[in-house]
């Protein structure tokens, strides 16, 4: 009678360890035996598949194994194409091949058989044992060789529908199109780990995976994420740069403005890229000096003041304590200002005034250290030492003078009140200047003086020359 190698087999096993009395005897009256093996074999991926069948594919253990007089023979099994007739045909492309190039040291492979790939006794959770030859190539999907493979089958190996295990969307290459799943294998190639594919960008990105630095940027992961490579969705730049303040951030609302985010490191786009209609001439053309010299892109601040480089004898330039470098330097990209009508820009009315003094037209004549540090104008007898005042109290010029046009803007009588003592109440006396002269010494009014006006004196009442006039013309009563 036929056994079925059920539940019931393995119970008694456990119980026994045998099947005797089970399986029919053999001629002599002895009892076939069954291999203690069997306890291993049960639970094999091969024996587990065949007795898992139900119906009218169950199978018994003498379905496969020879039980005769002589017992139970576990090595003699029927062939599996008495079963398997429409797999009896396999497309292995190592089938009694050739293994190796050279002829002198390749080797001739024999053919291979069901077992070759079916591991019957193995106790792994598959039925194929691809790993056995493909180890080493095969990192993912080792137990899943069946969703590409198709031994028995036309083409040999077929395209795989990641997405019936892979729940993913993908957006990559022109046009940032959702991309259908079988061209997963772009990036990553079969067998190996997702981490791979991360190393692929180059394949198609060479030119710009080149240009990535070492020391931040290493891989497109560290900006893009896995499966999104739109740039919409690549990470901000201030996500890790934070501390980089753009200047003047409405118009450089990106940092991509200036910097190629492949080649973060080059140099960044020039301003007259954008800014075409300015061309310094400040800072000089000296190297290193460029419009970064006086706007800092990243620093958060406008433009540097001109104090910042410009000193004068270790003080801030200046001109004036209300006047500042844009009173001057109109525009600021033009470098230096022209000088004539410069200072006539503010000082409209000591220029008006120096058009009528040949000698004052120069401002820096008397105002040293124009245009940004003026210093007081130097006396006036410093060019003028022939008309050093005589007169006592007449020491400053600009008592008389106007400085700019040297006017007389003083009279005498500004300063002399009226009505002057003795003789000079004398009509004929009235004109200072006929005796005075304010850059002579005081007239001593002798003889000579007087009789400049007093030519002839009358001998009646000047019967001998006078020796000093004043002596009896009072000019002002005695203290």
């Given at each position: 009678?036929k056994?079925?190698?059920?539940?019931?087999?393995?119970?008694?096993?456990?119980g026994?360890?045998?099947?005797e009395?089970?399986?029919?005897?053999?001629?002599?009256g002895?009892?076939?035996?069954?291999?203690?093996?069997?306890?291993?074999?049960?639970?094999?991926?091969?024996?587990?598949?065949?007795?898992a069948?139900?119906?009218?594919?169950?199978?018994q253990?003498?379905?496969?194994?020879?039980?005769?007089?002589?017992?139970?023979?576990?090595g003699?099994?029927?062939?599996?194409?008495?079963?398997?007739?429409?797999?009896?045909?396999?497309?292995?492309?190592?089938?009694?091949?050739?293994?190796?190039?050279?002829?002198a040291?390749?080797?001739?492979?024999?053919?291979?058989?069901?077992?070759?790939?079916?591991?019957?006794?193995?106790?792994?959770?598959g039925?194929?044992?691809?790993?056995?030859?493909?180890?080493?190539?095969?990192?993912?999907h080792?137990?899943?060789?069946?969703?590409?493979?198709?031994?028995?089958g036309?083409?040999?190996?077929?395209?795989?529908d990641?997405?019936q295990?892979?729940?993913?969307?993908?957006?990559?290459?022109?046009?940032?199109?959702?991309?259908?799943?079988d061209?997963?294998?772009?990036?990553?190639?079969?067998?190996?780990?997702?981490?791979?594919?991360?190393?692929r960008c180059s394949?198609?990105?060479?030119?710009?995976?080149?240009?990535?630095?070492p020391?931040?940027?290493?891989?497109?992961?560290?900006?893009h994420?896995?499966?999104?490579?739109t740039?919409?969705?690549?990470?901000?730049c201030?996500?890790?740069?934070?501390?980089?303040?753009v200047?003047?951030?409405?118009?450089?609302?990106?940092c991509?403005?200036?910097h190629?985010?492949h080649?973060?490191?080059?140099?960044?786009?020039?301003?007259?890229?954008?800014h075409?209609?300015?061309?310094?001439q400040?800072?000089?053309?000296?190297?290193?000096?460029?419009?970064t010299?006086?706007?800092?892109?990243?620093?958060?601040?406008?433009?540097?003041?001109?104090?910042?480089?410009?000193?004068?004898?270790?003080?801030?330039?200046?001109?004036?304590?209300?006047?500042?470098?844009?009173?001057?330097?109109?525009?600021?990209?033009?470098?230096?200002?022209?000088?004539a009508?410069?200072?006539?820009?503010?000082?409209?009315?000591?220029?008006?005034?120096?058009?009528?003094?040949?000698?004052?037209?120069?401002?820096?004549?008397?105002?040293?250290?124009?245009?940004?540090?003026?210093?007081?104008?130097p006396?006036?007898?410093?060019?003028?030492a022939?008309?050093?005042?005589?007169?006592?109290?007449?020491?400053?010029c600009d008592?008389?003078?106007?400085?700019?046009?040297a006017?007389v803007?003083?009279?005498?009588?500004?300063c002399?009140?009226?009505?002057?003592?003795?003789?000079?109440?004398?009509?004929?006396?009235?004109?200072?200047?006929?005796?005075?002269?304010?850059?002579?010494?005081?007239?001593?009014f002798?003889?000579?003086?007087?009789?400049?006006?007093h030519?002839?004196?009358?001998?009646k009442?000047h019967?001998?020359?006078?020796?000093?006039?004043?002596?009896?013309?009072?000019?002002?009563?005695p203290?």
């Amino acid at each position: 009678m036929k056994l079925r190698c059920g539940a019931l087999l393995f119970g008694l096993l456990a119980g026994c360890g045998s099947l005797e009395g089970l399986l029919p005897g053999p001629h002599d009256g002895g009892h076939a035996k069954v291999p203690g093996t069997y306890l291993d074999a049960r639970f094999s991926a091969g024996h587990r598949t065949h007795l898992a069948l139900e119906g009218e594919k169950q199978l018994q253990c003498a379905d496969c194994h020879f039980v005769s007089d002589a017992g139970f023979r576990a090595g003699a099994v029927k062939p599996c194409v008495e079963c398997h007739r429409k797999q009896q045909e396999h497309h292995h492309p190592l089938d009694g091949g050739v293994l190796g190039d050279d002829p002198a040291t390749a080797v001739t492979l024999p053919p291979m058989t069901c077992m070759s790939c079916h591991l019957f006794r193995s106790q792994g959770p598959g039925r194929w044992g691809c790993v056995r030859c493909h180890k080493e190539q095969v990192e993912v999907h080792w137990d899943r060789c069946g969703s590409c493979h198709r031994p028995h089958g036309t083409p040999f190996t077929r395209a795989a529908d990641c997405g019936q295990c892979h729940d993913v969307t993908v957006k990559h290459g022109k046009g940032e199109k959702h991309l259908v799943a079988d061209t997963c294998m772009t990036c990553h190639p079969h067998h190996t780990k997702a981490a791979v594919a991360a190393s692929r960008c180059s394949s198609c990105h060479e030119q710009k995976q080149a240009a990535l630095f070492p020391k931040g940027h290493e891989g497109c992961g560290t900006c893009h994420s896995n499966h999104t490579f739109t740039s919409a969705s690549a990470k901000s730049c201030s996500s890790c740069h934070a501390k980089h303040p753009v200047l003047a951030p409405d118009a450089h609302p990106a940092c991509t403005s200036c910097h190629n985010p492949h080649a973060a490191r080059a140099a960044p786009k020039s301003c007259e890229s954008c800014h075409t209609k300015v061309h310094p001439q400040h800072p000089f053309p000296v190297a290193g000096q460029t419009c970064t010299g006086c706007h800092p892109p990243h620093a958060g601040i406008t433009a540097k003041t001109c104090g910042d480089c410009h000193k004068f004898e270790s003080t801030p330039v200046v001109h004036a304590k209300t006047t500042s470098c844009a009173d001057c330097h109109k525009e600021p990209h033009a470098g230096k200002p022209s000088r004539a009508g410069l200072c006539e820009s503010c000082h409209k009315d000591q220029h008006a005034l120096v058009k009528l003094n040949k000698g004052h037209a120069k401002c820096d004549d008397c105002h040293k250290g124009l245009p940004h540090a003026p210093q007081p104008p130097p006396a006036c007898l410093s060019c003028h030492a022939k008309q050093e005042p005589a007169q006592k109290g007449h020491t400053a010029c600009d008592s008389c003078h106007q400085s700019h046009s040297a006017q007389v803007i003083k009279r005498c009588t500004d300063c002399h009140d009226k009505p002057l003592p003795g003789l000079h109440g004398v009509k004929k006396h009235q004109q200072c200047d006929s005796c005075h002269r304010p850059h002579l010494p005081q007239p001593g009014f002798g003889p000579q003086s007087c009789q400049s006006c007093h030519k002839e004196l009358s001998k009646k009442s000047h019967p001998t020359p006078p020796q000093q006039c004043v002596s009896c013309h009072l000019f002002s009563p005695p203290k």
